[in-house]
């Protein structure tokens, strides 16, 4: 990229056919947001349709379950269905419900079995800490102990992974594969397509977190043969802080008993009959374990809508155009400054977020708050940038790099403390 005017990001947004979308949200004045991939603001329409909920509860107290535009007792697969484009998956391969590190749990329970030589978990060594807990937890219940069990594939150069690593530790001893779909610190997006491949041929389950890839990924789960995926929806689906997640399960898998099974994980017909013996639910929603959050699984109602109108593959389209940007603008802007780009390059293997890393990244990032701009610091070094294609224009971008430049330019971060908060 030769041209770093403010013109340039001025005629970008004027050729982006998303940029209506930014109006939808609730932006601070004088603040640039690029922490979405930690927690996506608040937009209208999630207001509105949290709103909605209360009405609905207002209005018709317990009738609510069924009356009303959307009835509380089909939310969950109502949602699924919505969510389902996203991550290509199917009719009834999608249920919106718990936690993501519950979710885990269930599907964990559910899939993985030790048997004669196959009694061990693959993972990665970079992975969330939540989802090593989980497999953690899982292989303990078996009785098995996690420092044998649990394999973690190792890093290369200590930021990425390397699918054919991967895949060699696919042995005979392996049940199951779990690993993330976007690395969360280097912003690193696998060959889902091809791990899922090699686990088929090896006859071996596998599941994906997609935390930080759906909302800004497109996925072809179904096509591709993945086993389950399990993700939030506050980071860039923009459902609200702690709202409920998400889970797919192959409908291969379909008539399984889930391992954790609550009254929602029922066949809706017989339900309400009361029988101490489960009918499971013939789709994604017999993993449910207990009832819908409703005021929590709400605002993604509204959020979905716009996804349906934008289309992830356009979403993704600009994604990569913006990160493309923004590393473009480090690269001219901040050469000589120590900021190293640690997410690869490739748009093939580049999740929504850019990977700064500096030696000073802590203070650099508390100088950007008191400067107008939300970043988001991973220790030891990382500054993660995220774009945010529906509320985040090409000028923010060139905004927040001139800031960062008179940061740098200034040393204004040598007047912070280098140490991180509670919360980073």
């Given at each position: 990229?030769?041209?770093?005017?403010?013109?340039?990001?001025?005629?970008?947004?004027?050729?982006?056919?998303?940029?209506?979308?930014?109006?939808?949200?609730?932006?601070?004045?004088?603040?640039?947001?690029?922490?979405?991939?930690?927690?996506?603001?608040?937009?209208?329409?999630?207001?509105?349709?949290?709103?909605a909920?209360?009405?609905?509860?207002?209005?018709?107290?317990?009738?609510?379950?069924?009356?009303?535009?959307?009835?509380?007792?089909?939310?969950?697969?109502?949602?699924?269905a919505?969510?389902a484009?996203?991550?290509?998956?199917?009719?009834?391969?999608?249920?919106?419900?718990?936690?993501?590190?519950?979710?885990?749990?269930?599907?964990?329970?559910?899939?993985?079995?030790?048997?004669?030589?196959r009694?061990?978990?693959?993972?990665?060594?970079?992975t969330?800490?939540?989802?090593?807990?989980?497999?953690?937890?899982?292989?303990?219940?078996?009785?098995?102990?996690?420092?044998?069990?649990?394999?973690?594939?190792?890093?290369r150069d200590?930021?990425?992974?390397?699918?054919?690593?991967?895949?060699?530790?696919?042995?005979?001893e392996?049940?199951?594969?779990?690993?993330?779909?976007?690395?969360?610190?280097?912003?690193?997006?696998?060959?889902?397509?091809?791990?899922?491949?090699?686990?088929?041929?090896?006859?071996?389950?596998?599941?994906?977190?997609?935390?930080?890839?759906?909302?800004?990924?497109?996925?072809?789960?179904?096509?591709?043969?993945?086993?389950?995926?399990?993700?939030?929806?506050?980071?860039?689906?923009?459902?609200?802080?702690?709202?409920?997640?998400?889970?797919?399960?192959?409908?291969?898998?379909?008539?399984?008993?889930?391992?954790?099974?609550?009254?929602?994980?029922?066949?809706?017909?017989?339900?309400?009959?009361?029988?101490?013996?489960?009918?499971?639910?013939?789709?994604?929603?017999?993993?449910?374990?207990?009832?819908p959050?409703?005021?929590?699984?709400?605002?993604?109602?509204g959020?979905?809508?716009?996804?349906?109108e934008?289309?992830?593959?356009?979403?993704?389209?600009k994604?990569?155009?913006?990160?493309?940007?923004?590393?473009?603008?480090?690269?001219?802007?901040?050469?000589?400054?120590?900021?190293?780009?640690?997410?690869?390059?490739e748009?093939?293997?580049?999740?929504?977020?850019?990977?700064l890393?500096h030696?000073?990244?802590?203070?650099?990032?508390?100088?950007?708050?008191?400067?107008?701009?939300?970043?988001?610091?991973?220790?030891?070094?990382?500054?993660?940038?995220?774009?945010?294609?529906?509320?985040?224009?090409?000028?923010?971008?060139?905004?927040?790099?001139?800031?960062?430049k008179?940061?740098?330019?200034?040393?204004?971060?040598?007047?912070?403390?280098k140490?991180?908060?509670v919360?980073?």
């Open positions: 990229m030769s041209d770093t005017s403010r013109t340039y990001a001025e005629q970008l947004d004027r050729e982006d056919v998303l940029a209506s979308y930014k109006a939808e949200f609730y932006l601070k004045e004088g603040t640039i947001y690029m922490d979405g991939n930690s927690l996506g603001l608040l937009s209208k329409r999630a207001e509105q349709s949290l709103l909920a209360l009405d609905s509860w207002r209005t018709y107290g317990i009738d609510g379950w069924t009356e009303g535009e959307h009835p509380w007792f089909y939310y969950a697969e109502k949602l699924g919505l969510m484009p996203l991550v290509g998956a199917g009719d009834g391969e999608v249920v919106v419900t718990g936690s993501t590190t519950t979710n885990l749990h269930q599907l964990v329970a559910t899939f993985y079995h030790p048997e004669g030589k009694t061990k978990i693959l993972a990665d060594e970079l969330f800490p939540s989802d090593i807990y989980a497999l953690q937890s899982q292989i303990r219940l078996h009785g098995l102990d996690p420092q044998v069990h649990l394999i973690q594939v190792k890093s200590g930021r990425t992974l390397n699918e054919d690593d991967i895949i060699a530790a696919m042995s005979d392996v049940a199951l594969v779990l690993l993330p779909s976007v690395l969360y610190r280097s912003g690193q997006l696998l060959d889902i397509e091809r791990l899922s491949a090699a686990a088929r041929e090896r006859n071996i389950l596998i599941g994906f977190d997609l935390c930080h890839s759906i909302g800004a990924v497109s996925h072809e789960l179904s096509r591709w043969g993945v086993d389950f995926a399990v993700w939030c929806n506050y980071k860039y689906l923009n459902a609200g802080p702690g709202s409920v997640a998400g889970l797919y399960v192959n409908r291969r898998h379909f008539g399984r008993t889930p391992a954790l099974a609550g009254w929602f994980s029922s066949n809706k017909d017989v339900q309400f009959d009361m029988s101490h013996q489960l009918t499971p639910a013939e789709h994604a929603g017999a993993y449910q374990i207990g009832t959050h409703i005021l929590s699984a709400a605002p993604l109602m959020s979905l809508s716009m996804f349906v934008a289309g992830i593959d356009r979403l993704r389209a994604s990569l155009r913006m990160t493309q940007y923004l590393m473009d603008l480090v690269e001219s802007e901040l050469s000589g400054m120590g900021f190293v780009i640690g997410n690869p390059m748009h093939h293997r580049r999740g929504g977020h850019v990977c890393i030696e000073e990244a802590v203070r650099i990032c508390k100088a950007l708050k008191d400067n107008g701009v939300v970043p988001d610091f991973r220790a030891p070094d990382v500054i993660r940038l995220a774009p945010i294609p529906l509320y985040t224009s090409f000028q923010d971008i060139w905004d927040m790099v001139q800031r960062l008179a940061i740098m330019t200034e040393k204004q971060y040598e007047r912070y403390e140490k991180r908060g919360v980073a």
